[in-house]
DNA sequence: CGTCCAGGTCTAC
DNA sequence: GGTAGACCTGGACGC
């Protein structure tokens, strides 16, 4: 089954899909995968009703993105699940266009208002959380072992779903993660000392001791940025980078990340041998609730190529 | 082969 | 409140 959505904002502003798809490096990790080739975006999303689903996402007729829901045929039902998933994990719901306004008064980064911005999502704010502490310390081949260790033996199948491998698989549920046992994580996912924190967070969370999804929900008004961040970080394994890299994936983007790739990379760019933490965050200070947003557009530009000109 | 360290965090001073 | 050391893993380096 095929649907398509617009790709405008919800405040008229454009939006950039293949910019969405390589955001950000979760993109790569299971249940989702980018094909630079062929140019789209798979993702297995679970389903409140139903199981799991595998989604081919790719632009389709011009001003339009196309949804191709796999498998075998949905009902009406499951379509609409789907969609709604769907527009979640690309955050077409959310208004950017305060956010182009200021960057379009910043020349190095007024590029971003061709529908930049848009950085894709998790469906659960439990699923940003672990892949958070799973790219900690470690190289990004081991952030890769863990998550595609923790879908292809917990996360549920979708209908026709290749045997063995991640393919096919949503994220694991926290109830799924919990009864792994700790030698799970140790011997399969070699998660190394982070298996202990995983396993607390995914207990935590299935016993309801923990709500992380009404941290998604809520707005600033009701959970302020400090407040969110010092939840996050009240969790094991969750330190100040894990959660403003969590807190970016929540929409909330006021806090910088900063780490042993940002910094360089940021200086890098800038032309400098080091710059110091205070000096990027006055640089975004002007981007007020956006500055992270804007720091992690201002490192990422040439993830995309610029268009040939005309 | 040992050492370092990668998109850090926790504990103990 | 600020700062060393330890911590799993595995790939990259220097010797």
Known sequence: ??????????????????????????????????DEEARLF???????????RTVRIA???????????????VGARTAGETMKAVAHILRLDEDLSAFYERAAADPDLSWVTAGAGRMIRSQTVFEEVVKSICTTNCA?????????????HLGASAPGA?????????????????????????????????????????????????????LGRAGPEEISDEEVSARLQALPGVGPYAA????????????????????PTYARLRRRKEVKDSAILRRFRRYGRYAGLAFWLFLTRDWVEAPPPA
């Open 1 to 34: 089954m095929r649907l398509d959505f617009p790709l405008v904002g919800p405040g008229g502003e454009p939006i950039d899909l293949w910019r969405t798809f390589v955001s950000h490096g979760v993109a790569e990790l299971p249940p989702m995968r980018v």
């Open 42 to 52: 798979e993702v297995t999303v679970s389903l409140p009703a139903s199981r799991p």
């Open 59 to 73: 632009s389709g007729r011009p001003g339009f993105g196309q949804v191709t829901i796999l498998g075998r045929p």
């Open 140 to 152: 990004w081949g081991a952030t890769i072992r863990m998550v595609t260790a923790l879908v292809e």
């Open 162 to 214: 290749p045997a063995t491998g991640p393919a096919g698989r949503a994220f694991p549920t926290p109830e799924a993660m919990a009864g792994a046992g700790l030698g799970f994580y140790r011997d399969v996912a070699r998660a190394g000392y982070r298996g202990a924190y995983l396993l607390q967070l995914a207990e935590s969370v299935a016993e309801g001791r923990v709500d992380l999804e009404s």
């Open 244 to 263: 403003a890299h969590t807190m970016m994936m929540l929409g909330r983007y006021s806090p910088l990340i900063l780490d042993s790739w940002t910094r």
